[in-house]
């Protein structure tokens, strides 16, 4: 109903300034110090690996990441792995290609690569043209990591 629909869209813009802010703004001192080590330590056992796809990503003037979570935990990872300035699509009632379509829609114009590990959207991209690059997730791409570590 209309009561429903006006908590929700409050909840939703609430949710939107506190992304938008960042993590930092809402933790405190000390914890954004155990992040910082913390996302450190991740980036140094992945061999650069965050530290890499980031300085890739500041190259770009929009990043959009889609998910087939769902939209609030999905925010939650973008503050916790340093992707808040992108722009974030959940696929999960409508799917990647659906995505795909709106993103195409709000950015006209503009060229897309997609990059993911999943058959959804390999297959989403083909169907609407843009290259597709799939990353590999085994262990062997992360020295030192193994399956029993995963």
């Given amino acids: ?84 300035d992108s722009i974030v699509y959940s696929s999960w009632e409508v799917g990647k290609y659906q995505c795909f379509q709106w993103i195409k829609e709000r950015f006209p114009g503009v060229r897309f690569c997609v990059i993911g590990d999943g058959s959804e959207e390999c297959s989403a991209a083909e169907r609407m043209g843009w290259p597709f690059v799939k990353v590999d997730i085994r262990p062997h791409r992360f020295p030192g990591l193994t399956t029993a570590t995963l």
């Fill in 1 to 84: 109903d209309d009561s429903n629909k006006r908590k929700l869209a409050y909840r939703h813009r609430l949710i939107a300034e506190k992304y938008a802010q960042g993590l930092y703004s809402m933790l405190d001192e000390d914890k954004v110090k155990l992040w910082d080590d913390l996302y450190d330590l991740t980036d140094s056992f992945t061999d650069g690996w965050l530290s890499s796809a980031r300085a890739l990503l500041d190259q770009k003037d929009t990043n959009v990441l889609v998910t087939n979570g769902s939209l609030i935990p999905s925010l939650v990872k973008c503050l916790l792995f340093r992707l808040s």
